[in-house]
């Protein structure tokens, strides 16, 4: 993997530049999406740096800062976006306001339009309860989708190994729901990559992922998980929901 120079990495906090037109987003993609499909995960956010510069950011859900520790290494002060829906548990604002205390990532948290005491006032309490489908358009799809306008390209933590729903998700594909450029350099990681990366970098992990969450969403819709069961059987239990939207 060739270093970045330290200006384009700095860009990251800088004025965003003009962008591709989605047609052009779109031929970027049908052409590289084959060629980085085995590729490090080092070398897929350098090729989305080297890209998209200053219009590329990663967002994060912040169960684990495994990605933004990636990112950090790569380009030193890339955009890291978080979604503060305002349901997160105090341990998951906590591992964001670590993760942009101790890395050298641009943290930019966003949050929606509503408070949730707006939300309540509009839509009537506990909305997550009687429609969680808007709960979570709400919350999280609108204000995503409208905090990336700046940029034409995205980075998740997007793994095929944690759903069924995940397996095709590609490496390098195209969002166009979004009109972006959809990166998950962690695609192929199983949860054994991921715990030797943590392992190795003395990287931070949300506490929840220890205390029976393997996977962590908005406090009212997510559950501990047995040991053995599917980590995402604490996501919306008891309905047919198995993602928020943003990945659909």
């Known amino acids: 993997m060739t270093a970045l120079s330290t ?38 956010i350098e090729w989305a ?29 890339i955009d890291v976006v978080f979604l503060d829906t305002g349901y997160h548990f105090a341990e998951t604002i906590g591992t964001a306001d670590a993760v942009g205390a101790t890395m050298d990532v ?26 969680p489908d808007l709960c979570c358009a709400l919350r999280k799809v609108k204000p995503l989708s409208e905090a990336l306008q700046g940029y034409d390209a995205w980075a998740t933590g ?4 944690e759903t069924r729903n995940r397996v095709i998700a590609p490496v390098v594909g195209w969002d166009a729901r979004k009109g972006k450029v959809k990166v998950s350099p962690l695609a192929r990681w199983s949860d054994d ?32 998980v047995a040991p053995g069961d599917d980590p995402r059987s604490g996501r919306w239990a008891g309905t047919n929901k198995t993602e928020c939207g943003i990945h659909s």
Request: hydrophobic share 40%.
């Open 193 to 224: 990559d991921i715990e030797r990366y943590v392992a190795e970098n003395g990287v931070l992990v949300n506490p929840l992922v220890y205390d029976g969450y393997p996977s962590i969403g908005c406090a009212p819709c997510t559950r501990r």
């Open 49 to 77: 740096v080297a890209t998209f510069g200053d219009r590329f950011c990663i967002t994060s859900s912040m169960a684990d800062a495994v990605l933004a520790d990636l990112a950090s290494r790569v380009a030193p002060g």
């Open 158 to 161: 997007l793994r095929r190994a």
């Open 106 to 131: 641009n943290l930019i948290p966003i949050s929606p339009v509503q408070s949730i005491a707006e939300q309540d006032a509009t839509y009537g309490p506990e909305l997550f309860k009687r429609d």
């Open 7 to 44: 200006t384009r990495a700095r860009n990251f906090r800088g004025t965003h530049t003009a962008g591709r037109s989605p047609e052009e987003l779109r031929e970027l993609v049908s052409h590289v999406g084959a060629e980085l499909e085995l590729a490090p995960a080092e070398d897929i």
